[in-house]
């Protein structure tokens, strides 16, 4: 699990290596706290795929 600050949107292009190296979801967090998740697309539509599948 990646888990990043806020403050590290800043940087788009990391942001997108994160997650493709990842394979998975980046967590953002606010004041240590869960606020967004930012996914590869190719993830995404897998995810979507096994909801749709069940």
Known sequence: MTIIPMRDLKDTVAIEKRCTEA?????????????LVVMDIEYYEKTMAKIYEA
């Open 23 to 35: 394979g998975g979801p980046v967590f953002v967090t606010k004041n240590g706290y869960g606020r």
